[in-house]
């Protein structure tokens, strides 16, 4: 690469013989500028053609934009003496941006709860987020298709498919102090960082919902078949209960299965099925006639699926399921005749923890995103956190994020040391309220972040790329695994359940 002195860069500032620089690296924008997004004017103004541009680029553009090859390969040299100030963090590391990380990943400040073993892990888990799982989210979520064989096969190959699971016996080779429930916090947290909402469902969350009623409840030929295709990530399983006709109020399904012999006639439409559109199984819930019961279908014959289009992208393949007259084998009952609530029911608690561990994860990232806006922008001749009306928001976005992720702990402790009975019977309505707060916190972080960027947070590009989708998308986390309200509702009424009797004021 070519050393160049100001002197020389400053020659080329007309049209047709165009450099610029930007942070000691001279740029050829000659034949780019008319290709230029910005267009080619603001290329020519006054203090950008032939000189150094480094500040206006990057109150315009996000850093990424100079890694793409195509723009890249438009640089010719670097300025003589001049020192790269701005440097692309490396894969896997840590934001030095104060609250950007959790305080036990923050330089200097302790936590009872994580291990050395942990922090190793989370190094290594984002290092294999961002390096392999970051490029395919980008694309799915914008292009809409579903996680290529690839990367699953590549999170198989380092059991992130079973690890996601939680922690168990299904960890071949994890001793339990090497998967805890920990462990998977930092994965859930981790794998939510890209402002890609729509791609963390299409990331097999339908496994991680659907096959712990096989796991638990399946006949041994059954887990036998199933558990290990879906880990493997060679068939792709999802949960099938909300119907048009029943979403929170799961016992008004109408989805019926009436037994003929050895065999279930199931008939009916499921609504808002994650991953139902490229599903290999269906882990159903059915009327019958001694009441709810879960049961396993396989696609075939009377099994079809059509996408729903939703505010996120398609890549999470959400689908309306349309069962017409499938034959299924009464060997794929899950659990007893009848007592399909209580096998729904027992999964709640650990789908809303990981939907609640997702969420925080998303809104750590956008508290980052708008400290670093806020630090850089310049309006009205200061950066944009010289105003007190914006520090505000700060200030309630970094409350809110620190609170979530320390409650977010505490419960997360106590299902390291409960045994399963113990967390349906205590963590139940502790977790619906924290899953309620967390998802309000997450939006009001969003409402704050869209007015910190602005009109950059209506555009799915640019510099408010993450707040915009963000925005757009953080509801969700309000309504997958039970709406909001209902959770907080069920929270109080558990509390409510316990009050002692001898209470009183
Ligand atoms: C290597 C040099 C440059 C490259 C590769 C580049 C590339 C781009 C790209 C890709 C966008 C679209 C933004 C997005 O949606 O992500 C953009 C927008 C823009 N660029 Fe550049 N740019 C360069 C230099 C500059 C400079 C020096 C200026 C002016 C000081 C400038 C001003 C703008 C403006 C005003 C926009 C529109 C921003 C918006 O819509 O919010 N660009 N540029």
């Not at 050395?116 to 799982?133: D, G, L, P, S, Y």
């Not at 939510?192 to 299409?202: C, H, K, L, Q, Y």
């Not at 030929?221 to 048009?244: D, F, M, W």
């Not at 989708?469 to 309200?485: F, K, P, Q, V, W």
Request: hydrophobic content about 40%.
């Amino acid at each position: 690469m070519r050393t160049l002195t100001f002197e020389e860069v400053k020659k080329h500032d007309s049209d047709g013989d165009l450099w610029i620089i930007i942070d000691s690296k001279v740029f050829d924008l000659s034949n780019f500028a008319d290709l230029h997004p910005g267009g080619p004017n603001v290329l020519y103004a006054e203090g950008v053609a032939g000189r150094d541009a480094t500040d206006a680029f990057f109150g315009l553009h996000r850093h990424e934009v100079l890694l793409r090859p195509q723009y890249a390969r438009l640089q010719i040299g670097v300025i003589e003496g001049g020192v790269e100030n701005i440097r692309a963090p490396a894969p896997g590391s840590l934001s030095r941006v104060p609250y950007a990380e959790p305080s036990w990943l923050s330089d200097g400040f302790l936590s009872p709860y994580y291990s050395n073993n942990h922090r190793a892990f989370q190094r290594t888990v984002r290092k294999f987020f961002e390096e392999v799982v970051r490029p395919e989210a980008i694309k799915c979520e914008e292009n809409g298709k579903r996680i290529s064989q690839e990367v699953v096969d590549r999170m198989s190959d380092v059991e992130i498919i079973a690890m996601r699971l939680g922690p168990g016996k299904h960890l071949q080779g994890l001793k339990p102090e090497e998967f805890d429930y920990f462990h998977e916090l930092i994965l859930n947290t981790e794998l939510s960082r890209f402002g890609t909402r729509g791609f963390v469902d299409g990331m097999l969350n339908g496994a991680v919902i659907g096959l712990p009623p096989i796991w638990n409840y399946g006949s041994p030929e059954l887990q036998a078949r199933i558990i290990p295709q879906v880990l493997s990530g060679k068939k792709y399983l999802a949960l099938a209960i909300t119907e048009a006709f029943a979403g929170s109020d799961v016992s008004g399904l109408q989805t019926t299965a009436v037994r003929v012999g050895d065999h279930w006639i199931i008939t009916g439409t499921k609504k808002w099925i994650t991953n139902g559109t490229f599903a290999d199984y269906f882990t159903t819930g059915c009327k019958t006639d001694k009441g709810l019961t879960m049961i396993l279908i396989e696609r075939g014959e009377g099994v079809s699926t059509k996408p729903i289009k939703t505010a996120y992208s398609s890549t999470a393949g959400t689908a309306y399921v349309v069962f017409d007259k499938v034959r299924v084998p009464v060997g794929n009952t899950l659990g007893e005749i009848g007592n399909g609530l209580s096998v729904i029911l027992s999964n709640f608690n650990h789908e809303r923890w990981m939907v609640t561990g997702c969420s925080v994860g998303a809104q750590r990232v956008i508290v980052e995103e708008c400290l670093k806006w806020a630090n850089q922008r310049i309006v009205f001749g200061k950066p944009l956190s010289s105003q007190a009306v914006i520090r505000n928001k700060l200030g309630k976005m970094i409350m809110r994020i620190e609170a979530c992720q320390n409650w977010l702990e505490i419960v997360t402790h106590q299902m390291n040391n409960m045994t399963y009975n113990e967390m349906s019977s205590k963590m139940a309505g502790q977790i619906g309220l924290l899953k309620q707060f967390v998802s309000r916190c997450g939006r009001e972080t969003a409402e704050d972040a869209t007015q910190i960027f602005g009109g950059r947070a209506l555009t799915v590009t640019g510099m408010g790329k993450l707040v915009e989708n963000y925005h757009r998308t953080s509801g969700y986390d309000a309504i997958l695994a039970g709406a909001e309200d209902v959770l907080g509702d069920l929270g109080v009424r558990q509390a409510m359940k316990k009050m002692p009797k001898d209470a009183l004021l």
